[in-house]
């Protein structure tokens, strides 16, 4: 029987990333007192690291869904990413001087660019080729009224409470929105899971059907998918941490929000590109599966994670988001809801989404 090799590549970039995040990371004094040069070659090396281990990452992400089958592979690569996003983001908070803003600004950047970015890209594409898309109503809508109960109780609610200064919580309110967050996440969960899983899937595939697509070496892909991972997300944070201090040299005023969306996208990526290559093969109830839940599970899992470090630690964290990003997250909210609504999407639903990613693209660079 001939046994199936898997290309280098696989292996290579996976542990290569995670390697070489090692490496700049124990090797940063070095690099920070390099020629200008070197350092560039430094971000160029990492920038094709992290590119290469997005797609192998995507390439192990879909042999374990093909294995467990749909939700379960979706929701395990939604999981996996937000859970290291939300690391990243603790520890980029702890670093160094207080950032009380930079955790609210990468939460933003997530919901903006999946409701309208990644869901632009995938309803534009998908119409384009195939004209029509049908989605499952009730699970999309599901996953809409989950995003929008978390997005207003975490980052337009702390504009209006009382008990401290605008944009924040008390310690008792963030503990409260904090479990809130992470029960409601919870049901989202079991209701894809378990109570309502036929909701947020196409067709249910029979046993026979699912173990055809069950292939050897499943605990390998799991392991590289985590390894990948974690390299992209400890690379993320090395570049993201160097584009910070440059911004912060130029005195750029928006300089969290830029950080903020480039830690959301590199993060994201992978599972972008699976959404959009759903929506392509007119898997588009899949694809916004993918991107719906990841933006559930970074503000169900994220804010707790934020919101224990910052009662630990005892640094102040903002949240509540000012007036235009707040009529931003509103307008992309509102047109999901009449997006999703009919069950039928087309190319101009998705350009009215891009419409709105770019506007909110715009606003970061030109407030």
Do not use: W
């Amino acid at each position: 029987m001939a046994v199936h090799r898997r290309p280098i590549g696989q292996y290579l970039f996976p542990i290569g990333s995670l390697g070489l995040a090692a490496l700049i990371h124990f090797g940063a004094a070095s690099i920070e007192h390099s020629l200008l040069s070197i350092k560039i070659l430094a971000m160029i090396v990492v920038a094709i690291f992290i590119f290469a281990t997005v797609f192998v990452v995507l390439h192990h992400a879909e042999a374990v869904a093909r294995r467990l089958g749909e939700p379960y592979g979706t929701l395990l690569l939604t999981f996996s990413v937000t859970a290291i996003e939300a690391s990243v983001i603790v520890s980029m908070m702890l670093h160094g001087e207080n950032n009380p803003t930079l955790a609210r600004e990468s939460v933003f950047s997530t919901v903006m660019i999946v409701c309208a970015g990644v869901v632009g890209v995938c309803l534009t594409l998908g119409g384009l080729k195939h004209r029509y898309q049908d989605i499952k109503r009730q699970g999309t809508n599901a996953s809409l009224a989950v995003i929008m109960a978390l997005t207003v109780l975490t980052l337009i609610l702390p504009n209006y409470t009382l008990a401290t200064s605008p944009g924040t919580f008390s310690a008792s309110q963030l503990a409260f929105v904090s479990v809130l967050s992470i029960l409601l996440y919870g049901a989202f969960v079991f209701a894809q899971m378990v109570r309502h899983r036929g909701d947020f899937i196409e067709d249910l595939t029979s046993s026979a059907e699912h173990e055809a697509h069950v292939s050897e070496g499943g605990a390998t892909n799991v392991l590289l998918l985590f390894v990948g991972l974690a390299g992209i997300v400890l690379l993320t944070e090395q570049v993201a941490g160097s584009i910070e201090n440059g911004l912060e040299f130029l005195q750029v005023t928006q300089a969290d929000a830029i950080v903020g969306f480039f830690v959301a996208a590199l993060v994201l990526m992978p599972e972008a590109v699976s959404a959009v290559r759903a929506a392509l093969n007119n898997e588009l109830q899949r694809g916004l599966n993918v991107a719906l839940g990841s933006a559930c599970a970074t503000i169900g899992l994220t804010i707790p994670a934020i919101g224990a470090a910052s009662l630990l630690t005892g640094r102040s964290l903002t949240l509540g988001l000012g007036p235009g990003d707040t009529v931003l997250l509103i307008l992309a909210l509102a047109i999901s809801i009449v997006s999703f609504g009919t069950g039928r999407t087309t190319m101009l639903t998705g350009l009215v989404h891009l419409v709105v990613f770019v506007a909110y693209l715009f606003l970061i660079f030109v407030p």
